[in-house]
Each structure stands twice: as structure tokens, then as C-alpha cells.
């Protein structure tokens, strides 16, 4: 029989799978493991604070919860029930309507919640996916809503500019869901859809400027007759107050601070002696001095300084205070983003021919306002805060509101639980504000970047 020589096969190498990790590494087991107990020392300072948070939260939840008294027709009957073991909830209860909406007629606390309501059917579409025009509608809600919402808040007697002024505003809201309707069901915006179907998909120019226009002139005559027909009843603004005045503030704080703050900070960086030294003295200004000292100024100086028969109103005064010092505190936040941005970009925008203006808006400024986030919501967040500061000028805001409790014949003496409220009110606007921050820097990836 002859001998086989058929070649043998080649031998391959193949290695084996690598072996799983141990379970005590992996999961909620091994993340333990990692951060809480990986040595004596952690693990003895995981049972610390394992206690002391169990003492810290047992008790809040016994006073706040369990021993509370939720139904007395004073607070001495709250006191006779449990004495201070438990929190006596009816008087923030009564109160409630206060700590929102501070004096303002009950009848028309309706106007403070379309406002409210508008807003956040304004603001709805820019988390619509299929919307394109999200950076005009945003801009509208900034820079027109206010209008809509100062005659529902303040009402009265509207002359000629306030009801054209409202009724451009009504016009404008007409306009972003019917944009967003549009979008969203054929991918082009209302105005251009208008004009595709009166016009023709390739129109002459003049035609489709006169469709463009005759939409515009529509939108605003249907938002003028019905605000020609609103007359809502006056409300000063000395019975604004609670949540309600603290978001007025607030909100018109932030939405003036960033834009403001921006101008500020190219103006400080300017070549230009004159801008560059207003800039400077405005920040420096204002930044040197505690914003209870800008508060008292404008509340108490400004009058004197006013003409004879003119009279600023006084929440008007403050918000002024509270929008300028934001805006210097907001200027060196976006000073020191600019300054974070490498001199490469500034040559690159140089070398693609962009001007200063195109070069800031389209290559600096989403750079810095990037790496800002984090900065820039912290400053909403402290002056969220700070405008509790106004009730020492005698404005009713939320702190001023939940102070009055105490004061009331029938609940004398009760401070804890509406500051208590109060704080929980505050911290979930601010945790909200922190948590969407966070949002944003994981969408934007500045946080991975740097």
C-alpha cells in the first residue's frame, strides 16, 4: 500500500474568546464596589452619610408628612393638634393663591394663566422635529410675546401704539403655528406656501413680494379686530406679586441679560476708544455695586431726578435695576468665552474674506456660547434668586407673600412652612434650569470637547 502524502492542514491559530468579567465588577454590584465601598476609609464614610441622610430625611418627612396637620381653621388649632412635631399645611393652603399670584384679583387670575398658556403654545413648535424655523420662532417669543402679555397682565385703557404693538404680537403668534402647521404637513413655511399656491413654484419676484405682503397685511387686520375688541380691567402693578412677579422679573432678567451682555462684551473688546470705555464703565459700574444698593437707587433716587409730573413705575424701576446688573455680569461671562476661542479661528474667518460682524455671528460667538452653558445658566439661576431681593423695596414677590402668612391674624406666627414651600417652588425651577443646562452640553458635546 503506498504511502500517504497528502499535506497535512496548515495550522491556524485561533484564539480563544476572551473570558467575561467578574459578576463582582459589573452592574450595580460593581459599581458599589468601585465608589462606595473600594477601601476601610470609603466604606466607613458610605455608612456616615448613609446615617446622617436617613436622620436628615426622617425627619423631614415626619414633620412635613407624617405628624402634619392638613385640615384646621387656624393655627392654633394646628398647635393644639401636634403641637411643633408636624407642619401645619392649611394656612399655605389658604394662601396658595397669594404665593402664586400675590394681590391680583381672583377674577382675573385667568389673564396670568392664558399668558402662561401662550407662552407654552409659542414655545411648543421649537420641539417639534419637522419644524424648520425654529430660530425665527424663538426670536419671536423673545422679542414679540412680550407685548401680547403686557396688556393681559396690565390691561386698561390701550392707546393707538400699544393696541398695534398687541395686535402685531397676536399677528406674529398667528403666524408661528401657522408656520409650524405648514412645516410640518408639506416641509415649507406658511408664507412660501402661500405663495407656491397663489403665485406658482417659480413666481416673479414682485408677485410673490405682493402675496408675501398681502398675507402679512391679513394676519395683522384679523389680530387687529380682535384685540380692537378686547377691554380688559386694569390692574396696577402694586398687586402683582407672588411666583407671578418673581417669573416678570425674572424672565424679562434673562431674556435682556444674554443679548445685552453679549453686546457688552464685543463693546469691551472693541478697538474703538469711546465704545470700548463706555463698556468698561458700565461693567465696572454695576459690578462693584451689590444689587440691593442698584435696587434702592432706582426706587428711591431716581424720582428726584425725574421732572416734575413724571412718574416711572415702580416695578418698572426695579426690573430696569435688575436687567442692567445682569447684563454686566453677563458681559464678563461672555468676555472670558471670547477670550477661550484660539486666535486660528479669529485668522481662518479673516482668511475665508468674512467681515467682522460674519465672522462673529457665524464663527466666534456659537463657539463661545457653547463653552459659556454652564456659566451663562448659573448666572440665570443666581438671579432667579436674587429677585427676592425686590421685596425690600416693597414689592410683593413670593418671599414678601409667604412672610405675610405669618402675619395673618388667623395663621400668627406661621414662617416655617411657606418658606418651606417656597423652597421647594425655587428649587424645582432651579434644578429644571440645571438639568436642561445638562441637556444641552451633552447635545452640543462642549462638555467632550473641553
Known sequence: MAPDHTPAPPLVFTPRPSAPPPP?????????????????????????????????LEAIISWALINAVWDAPNRRACLDAVGRSGACWPGVIAWLPNLIYGLYPKDQVWRIDLGALILVLWALPLFLPRVKS????????????PFLVSYLFLGGEKGWVWMVLVAGSLATFFWVWLTAISEM????????LLVRTLAGPDPVPERARLVRQ?????????ALVIVSRW?????PTRLWGGLFLTMVISGIGITFSLPAGVMLALGRRSSMPLIRGFCVAFIELFRSVPLITILFMFNTMLPLFLPVGVEVDRLLRAIVAVCLFAAAYMAEIVRGGLQAIPKGQYEAAAAMGLGYWQSTTLIILPQ????????????????FKDTTLVSIIGLFDMLSMARAVGEDTRWLGLFIEPFFFITMIYFVFCFAMSQYSMNLERRLGGGQRR
Open 24 to 56: 463582582s465588577t459589573v452592574g450595580v454590584m460593581g459599581w458599589l464596589r468601585a465608589n462606595l465601598f473600594s477601601s476601610v476609609p470609603n466604606t466607613i464614610l458610605t455608612f456616615l452619610g448613609a446615617y446622617i441622610l436617613y436622620v436628615f
Open 134 to 145: 425654529k430660530v425665527a420662532i424663538g426670536l419671536t417669543a423673545v422679542l414679540v410675546y
Open 185 to 192: 404637513r408639506t416641509g415649507l413655511g406658511f408664507i412660501p
Open 214 to 222: 398681502l398675507a402679512w397685511a391679513a394676519l395683522f387686520v384679523t
Open 231 to 235: 377691554q380688559l380691567v386694569a390692574v
Open 368 to 383: 463661545a456660547l457653547r463653552i459659556m452653558i454652564p456659566a451663562i445658566v448659573g448666572n440665570f439661576i443666581g438671579l
